[in-house]
């Protein structure tokens, strides 16, 4: 059955490497792990979704790789039309984004849940008329000062290697995920792996 694999970012090079990207970076890190080549939305064919993304094919395990290239805010434009036209349940839907409520560094996934005030997950969870879909959550820590500046703010110095391993990590358990398809089995792995990362 075919899966769908979702970065959450926004689109433009002004964004690159900002807290807010980090969905991208993991997707792109999948890809180049697995030498998959991310099209624009005309690779998806038929399949085509009405809004703006980027996606890639897994041919070996049936399953699209995507970045919505709606802003953030508009996720769920192109991940509900392109699952329903896709035939994918929410289940079958794996989307990684960044949270500022877990620190730098820090990894979990979810089977499902709210939206955890995250505008991407929120446009998701309302297209999709559900929040039943596991998610990947990057740990950017929370700013003393505002919230949205900061997950807007360029990486730096030490919180970009931070962030490069935390990508790193994040594209290893879609992978796993990919592989076996078990999301308990790819939780109990990967958690008991990142339990000291972050700080």
Not at 1 to 26: D, I, K, S
Not at 40 to 59: H, I, N
Not at 165 to 178: F, K, N, P, Y
Request: charged fraction near 25%; proline fraction near 6%; include cysteine.
């Amino acid at each position: 059955m075919t899966r769908l694999v979702v970065g959450l970012g926004n689109p433009g090079p002004e964004y690159e490497w900002t807290p807010h990207n980090l969905g991208f970076h993991a997707l792109e890190k999948l890809a180049r792990d697995r030498k998959l080549i991310f099209g624009t939305s005309s690779v998806l064919g038929a399949f085509k979704p009405p809004a703006p993304c980027r996606a890639a094919r897994d041919e070996a395990r049936d399953a699209w790789l995507v970045q919505p290239l709606t802003f953030m805010n508009a996720s769920g434009t192109v991940v509900a039309p392109l699952a329903r036209s896709l035939g994918i349940a929410p289940e079958g839907i794996f989307v990684v984004f960044d949270d500022i409520d877990l620190p730098l560094g820090a990894l979990r996934i979810r089977p499902h849940g709210g939206t955890g005030g995250h505008n991407g997950v929120r446009s998701i969870v309302h297209a999709l008329d559900s929040d039943r879909f596991p998610r990947l959550r990057i740990g950017v820590g929370r700013s003393r000062t505002d919230a949205a500046r900061h997950v807007l703010s360029s990486f730096d110095g030490e919180s970009r290697k931070v962030a490069e391993i935390s990508v790193a990590h994040a594209a290893e358990a879609l992978d796993a995920w990919l592989d076996c398809g078990d999301l308990e089995r790819v939780m109990s792995r990967f958690h008991s792996r990142w339990k000291d990362l972050g700080t």
